[in-house]
């Protein structure tokens, strides 16, 4: 059985947009044409893909296994292309990363900037997308290069996922910023989470949720969780308005800064951020310049301290040492 590229991203488009009328509009082809290709595709194939309801379709089991398997393979031809323009001296061709909104907010536009500067033919093009859907798309071939960070009870990843370490990023309890009289100081209280164990608090990604349920149960405690968000930007507004309590990483802080929070380092081993990759070594040139690039970027930014995050950021963050008890 042969199927037919053009035909197998038309029953992709669909699954992506869900309607003929949205895949015609996102390949730029005519609602007949791509229900001419599906059909076509259902002959190759001799199976039942779509099924007809109402004035629309949906995909049939069949039809939703194929535009998995489809994404996947539509994914790693579109990376051979891009990887086969990069061998030309990297004068032209594409490269593409995904990356978690602190790190986007912090080194890799520097990484970036330096890569346009090295490579100026190269295309590169930029998403957000927290580490288990970057290497979701990793892995399907969406993207070259994805920059996640792991936690110590992190699993590990799945085989084929190589990391390049960048940095280790601390994490900060972060706490609201008007201290009344006579409140503890850091020096007195330091990063004591049990002291506010009965405190709301606000939790973050999945990766990061697990990092605080973690930190908690060592300190004797489970959390109680009354907001969730990936923002740090919305949880440090919540924690200026006294809503609750939260853990960053140092990056968060460092990327956005509200001026009416308190933040204190806490002990025990920081988050590791990497670039990761996928497939056999080698990577190709473009995808190398790439992570070579986002290693300079921070490392070059360095002051010297050995926690990989160099002025640029952490003297963006000051760090004050008044952290207030809950009811103080």
């Known amino acids: ?6 035909r197998l991203r038309v029953l992709v488009a669909l699954a992506r947009a ?17 229900s001419h290709h599906l059909a076509r595709l259902e002959a190759e ?25 489809g994404a996947e393979i539509l994914g790693r031809l ?32 520097a990484a970036a900037q330096r890569l346009a500067r090295e490579h100026p033919g190269l295309d590169l093009r930029l998403m957000e997308a927290e580490p288990p859907e970057a290497l979701r798309l990793l892995r399907a071939g969406e ?9 110590g009870g992190t699993g590990p990843e799945d085989d084929g996922v190589r990391l390049v370490h960048l940095l280790d990023d601390p994490s900060l309890l972060v706490t609201p910023g008007l201290v009344s009289s006579g409140a503890a100081t850091g020096s007195d209280l330091g990063a004591d989470l049990a002291a506010y164990a009965d405190a709301p608090w606000i939790a973050g990604c999945e990766r990061c949720r697990a990092h605080l349920l973690a930190l908690c149960g060592e ?3 489970e959390p109680r969780v009354s907001f969730t968000t990936d923002d740090y930007v919305a949880v440090q507004a ?16 460092s990327a956005h800064r509200h001026p009416d929070v308190l933040t204190c380092e806490l002990p025990g081993p920081a988050r590791r951020v990497h670039a990761a990759t996928y497939g056999e070594p080698p990577d190709p040139p473009a995808t190398a310049a790439l992570v070579a690039a986002l290693l300079r970027a921070q490392l070059g ?23 207030p008890v809950p009811g103080s």
């Open 219 to 221: 300190a004797g405690f």
């Open 143 to 151: 993207v070259d290069v994805a920059v996640v960070f792991r936690y």
């Open 18 to 34: 869900g309607t003929v009328t949205a895949a015609a509009h996102e390949l730029h082809y005519s609602q007949s044409s791509v």
């Open 238 to 253: 919540m924690v200026a308005a006294g809503l609750g309590v939260a853990v960053l990483p140092r990056l968060a802080l």
């Open 78 to 109: 579109d990376a051979a292309s891009a990887e086969l323009s990069a061998h030309v001296g990297l004068r032209a061709g594409r490269v593409r990363l995904a990356a978690f909104p602190s790190a986007l907010g912090t080194f890799v536009p």
């Open 301 to 323: 930014a360095g002051d010297g301290a050995g926690d990989g995050v160099g002025p640029s950021l952490s003297s963006s963050v000051a760090l004050q040492t008044a952290v």
């Open 1 to 6: 059985m042969t199927i037919d590229v053009v």
């Open 45 to 69: 194939t001799g199976a039942k893909l779509v099924q007809r309801v109402g004035r629309g379709v949906r995909l049939t089991e069949a039809g939703r296994l194929l535009a998995e398997r």
